[in-house]
Structure formats: C-alpha cells, structure tokens
C-alpha cells in the first residue's frame, strides 16, 4: 500500500482545485486524485454538447493542471475508508494509505422515484458523468419528441440547445408557475420563460407528471395530471441534485439536514485530518446563517481554494462567511442573472428589504449597433443601505455585472459607497459613463431611503 499526504476522492471542480492549490503551495507534498473516470466534464458546459458544442469531447475537463505540478491520478472508485487507519479502499483491491484526506465526490441526480414509469428505458437524466453523457448524446440523436421534466437551469438549457434541431419536438414541463424560481424573482422568472418560449421549446408551466407510460419496457407518452398525453421517444428527467454522500456514509461522516456532510468554515470535518468540499459538503446561507442547499461550480472551487490553502494549517484567513448562491444563464441571447436574496429568498428567511431598479443601454451611444438594454436590480437593508441581493438581465454583459455586486454583498457594501464606484468605460464595451446602471440602480436606492420614516 502506497501512502500519500493527501488523497482526494473525486476529480470534478472541487477535487480538481483543491489538489492543484495543494501542489502549488505544498510542492513537497504528495497529493493523490482518486477518480471513477478517466476523462471528466465541465458541469455547466454539459446542455450545451447538444448543439453548441455539438460534441461530449469538447466539453472535456481533465486533470492536466494538477499532473503538471506534480500530482497523481488513478483511476479507481472508492468503495469504503477506514478513518481509524487511515486507509481508502478501491474497488480494484488497491489500498490507499493518506495524512488528509479530502472527501469531493460532487452531486447526483436527484432520482423521480415518485413518477410511474420513471424506471423505462430511454428515461434519461444529466449526469456529472463523461461516459453516460456521451451515450445519452448518441442515444438522442434519433429521437424526434424529448419530453424533459423540470424547469431549473439544467433542464432549460437542455431543452434549449436540443430544440435548435427543428426536426425535434422538444417539450419541457415545469410544475411551477414559472421556470427557473429557485433562482430568480418572480419577475425575472417570468422574463426568463417567456424567453425560453420564444424558442423552439414548448413550455407547460403548472404541470405535473402523473406518469410516463411505454410499451415494452420503452417509454411511449407522458401522461400530465390534467389529463393531457404528450408523445415521447425519450424523457429527461432533471428535478434536482443531492449530495454525493454514500461513501461518507460507510465511512462513518455524519450529515447535515440537507444530507450534506457536515464542516466547519475551512471544509472540515468532525473526524481529525478529514475534510469535504464542493457539491457533498454543506453550505451556510450567507445572510441567513441557515444551511442551504447550494451547488454550483463556483461555489466548490472558492471552497476548494480555502480548503487548499489552509490544509496543512490556517494560514489564510477565509474571507466569506456562507454562500450567496450566484447564478446565470442565457437562453435565446437573453442573459440573466442574480446573487444574494431576491423576493423569493428573502420572504423565506424573513428578511427585511427595499428594491432599486435602473434600466439603459449596454453601449454608448446607444446608436452603436449591438446596443442592447440592460437592467440592474438592487435588493438593499432599509436600515443602513447594504446590498443583501441583486439582479441583472438583458445583454451579456450582465454576467459579468453580478459578479461585481455578489463581491460587493460578500464586503457588506452600502449603495451609498457605490455611487462613488470607480468605473472604465468605451463605447463598444460599456454604458455611458454619465449613466452606468449599477451607479444610477444606488442613486434610486438612496432616494428611497430618505423616505423611510417619513
């Protein structure tokens, strides 16, 4: 048996990140990736394989980085670790000895165990999984009616990218009155349906699956609660993820209410030299204090990055106190975006605050063609004005835009220090610099707060 001074269990974002800033500031240390696959994929590159990439290849994510810096990966699936011992068991019969040990074995699909039928062939879901993905690419290339059931980003972008094919009936079917409202407002939920509504897909809101039926043991039909039967030759079902937990399980780890493995601020574990990060471990709302139920890549490597850091000891204090939960998408060229707390969230967790909105255009003047609008939403504390959450939408742009307000929500930032915020501008890039949305989005916020109380 060879022992390592870490050995991490899962070569996605997560584990990927946390070997690579391992490496690079322990250099002397041996750090070993434990995988299930020899090749991997870029989770949020997975809906687009099936247009834009048009290719499971080109979505590769591999381990270069780590190996160039020295790191090791096999390829071989944990089945039990013996933490006593310090001892990782691999389904080849090898044994693997370590020092740390990092748990990163990401999310699953969550399985529609309560739909009849969920169990037919040619019932698919997206999975974090080179191999299955590349199957279920070949399988779809002959299907004509895809039903996909559950209308968060996943299932959006997929239904998205499958339907550019106009030769394919492409139906998604949300039980919500609006797609992606885990994510987003009410309003922006809106905006986004309609924008997926405006493409090849058709779009059944407020609809529940009784059942999917077939012939054979092959998926034929979805039968809705209303009565209606939509043809299918194949269903994607994406009604979530959960924590990738079984082996943490065995091994003895315990688990969080959302079935996360339970760490502290630096994604350690309640057992000595035993750390978990990404998808698996459990995240604290930012705000809240309260666990969530966050999994994005973003995410795990910030995560990953402290973990790494400060395996060997603290030597860098972490800088974020619980996730914010920051998310985007595109759908039909329409970009939209959000961070922190929205209508939704902060109903939920019972928090107090007001709502700014600013409107303009992307360029300046706004006659340069490409010019597109371009909003900017600021959820603020009507005590003293710090963005607790916002919301961008229009061009592309507004990616980029949510990055910067999610770090100011994460540094406690007032809209009164963003009026003062120091901008580029040009007029093939930006707005005008008379007008830039996030600054006139605070001049209106601090309008509103002069009238509270009056």
Not at 49 to 74: C, Q, T, W, Y
Not at 239 to 264: C, F, H, Q, R, W
Not at 403 to 426: D, M, R
Request: hydrophobic content about 40%; glycine content about 10%; proline content about 3%.
């Amino acid at each position: 048996m060879k022992k390592y001074d870490v050995i991490v269990i899962g070569a996605g974002p997560a584990g990927l990140v946390t070997g690579i800033t391992v490496k690079k500031y322990y250099s002397e240390k041996s750090v070993l990736i434990l995988t299930q696959e020899k090749g991997g994929l870029v989770p949020c590159g997975i809906p687009y394989i099936f247009n834009k990439l048009n290719s499971v290849d080109a979505d590769r994510m591999g381990p270069k980085s780590f190996v160039d810096l020295g790191g090791e990966v096999i390829v071989d699936t944990a089945t039990d670790v013996n933490m006593d011992h310090k001892v990782v068991y691999g389904k080849s019969g090898d044994t693997y000895g370590y020092e740390k040990l990092v748990f990163a074995t990401g999310s699953q699909p969550a399985k529609a165990f309560f739909i009849k039928g969920h169990d037919l062939e040619n019932v698919f879901y997206i999975r974090k999984s080179y191999q299955y993905i590349q199957d279920l690419y070949i399988q779809l290339q002959d299907k004509q009616n895809i039903v996909i059931v559950g209308g968060g980003f996943i299932g959006a972008e997929v239904a998205e990218q499958l339907a550019v094919d106009e030769k394919k009936n492409v139906t998604l079917i949300e039980s919500e009155s609006q797609c992606f409202s885990k994510a987003f407002s009410k309003e922006l939920s809106k905006i986004a349906t309609e924008q997926l509504r405006h493409t090849h897909v058709n779009v059944l809101t407020s609809s529940l699956v009784k059942e999917i039926r077939g012939a054979k043991n092959k998926v034929e039909k979805v039968l809705l609660q209303s009565g209606e039967e939509i043809p299918a030759d194949a269903v994607i079902l994406s009604v979530g993820y959960k924590s990738n937990t079984e082996l943490a399980v065995k091994a003895g780890l315990p688990l969080n209410v959302m079935g996360a493995i339970k760490v502290d601020s630096y994604e350690r574990t309640s057992v000595k030299d035993v750390c978990a990060v990404g998808d698996c471990s459990q995240t604290i709302g930012f705000l809240t204090g309260r666990s969530d139920h966050i999994m994005l890549a973003s995410t795990a490597t910030a995560e990953a990055r402290v973990l790494g850091f400060n395996l060997f000891g603290i030597k860098i204090k972490k800088n974020f106190k619980g996730t914010i939960a920051v998310f985007s998408t595109q759908i039909n060229g329409f970009t939209m975006a959000s961070a922190g707390i929205n209508e939704n969230t902060g109903k939920d967790a019972n928090v107090d605050f007001l709502t700014a909105e600013y409107t303009d255009i992307d360029r300046h003047p706004g006659t340069i063609p490409g010019a597109s609008p371009l909003t900017v939403r600021l959820n603020f504390s009507p005590c003293d004005g710090a963005i607790l959450g916002a919301e961008v939408w229009g061009s592309s742009s507004a990616a980029e835009i949510i990055n910067t307000l999610s770090l100011a929500i994460q540094k406690y930032t007032t809209v009164f220090e963003l009026i003062s915020f120091q901008i580029g501008t040009h007029p093939l890039l930006t707005g005008a610099p008379t007008k830039p949305v996030i600054i006139k989005a605070a001049e209106i916020a601090i309008g509103m707060l002069r009238n509270v109380g009056k």
